[in-house]
């Protein structure tokens, strides 16, 4: 049973580029969220995508968007990159619909973005 | 906005020694998930706690969920350098974490 998987797993850009990063959630997983995790610092969030729409957002500017596949799959995609955007950047899957489990996310290894 | 503060914010002990890191928040949680992130690695989950009052073990971990569901503890006993990482806390239903113990247990 693969877990969550996250492509690639180093990326550098620079200052005013497009980045787009891939997630493949765990088999049975039907929920993608998305965090940003700065060197020393928690993961925090950026959105949620469950049945092919965003369900809930963090606090990151609109140059952050996202999408889910009918797979489940995601792509998280930021425009106009900036210094600050140098972080790991985490997928986890759960499963949503109210499910019992639904809170407890299994994590991607991270997408190392840097951004020169 | 549910806010969980985690403390301390950062441990360093030698092995064998026991420790306790906590997280609080003012909210009530229906549940409350621990996880261990490695250098370089997501986050990975440990536990999750349902029930006020509820303790859980997993080995030398024991998690307690606080009797109205706002706080949480993971006491670990006589750590290991393996234990080495940072501790996150998430509630149930907010997406967001704390900010975590970063542990550095020293051979």
């Known amino acids: 049973d693969a877990g969550v998987t996250q492509s690639p797993t180093h990326l550098i850009k620079t200052r005013g580029q497009q980045v787009t990063l891939r997630c493949s959630p765990k088999s049975g997983h039907d929920t993608v969220s998305w965090y940003q995790q700065a060197l020393g610092q928690g993961p925090q969030f950026i959105f949620q995508y469950y049945e092919e729409e965003e369900r809930q957002r963090g606090n990151f500017p609109d140059r952050f968007s996202g999408h889910q596949f009918p797979n489940y799959s995601s792509e998280l995609n930021v425009n106009a990159l900036l210094l600050g955007d140098s972080a790991l950047y985490l997928c986890?899957?759960?499963?949503?619909?109210?499910?019992?489990?639904?809170?407890?996310?299994?994590f991607g290894p991270g997408t190392r973005l840097t951004v020169l | 906005t549910q806010l969980l503060e985690q403390s301390p914010q950062f441990l360093s002990i030698q092995e064998g020694e026991n420790l306790t890191v906590y997280c609080n928040s003012s909210?009530?949680?229906?549940?409350l998930q621990w996880y261990r992130q490695e250098p370089g690695e997501g986050p990975v989950l440990l536990v999750t706690v349902v029930t006020g009052g509820e303790v859980k073990k997993l080995k030398r971990l024991t998690f307690q969920f606080g009797d109205a569901r706002k706080d949480s503890s993971l006491h670990i006993t006589a750590a290991q350098p393996g234990d080495t990482g940072l501790y996150l806390c998430a509630g149930e239903g907010d997406m967001r974490f704390g900010a975590g113990t970063r542990l550095t247990v020293k051979p």
């Open positions: 909210s009530v949680f229906s549940s």
């Open positions: 986890a899957s759960s499963r949503g619909g109210g499910h019992p489990d639904a809170s407890a996310k299994f």
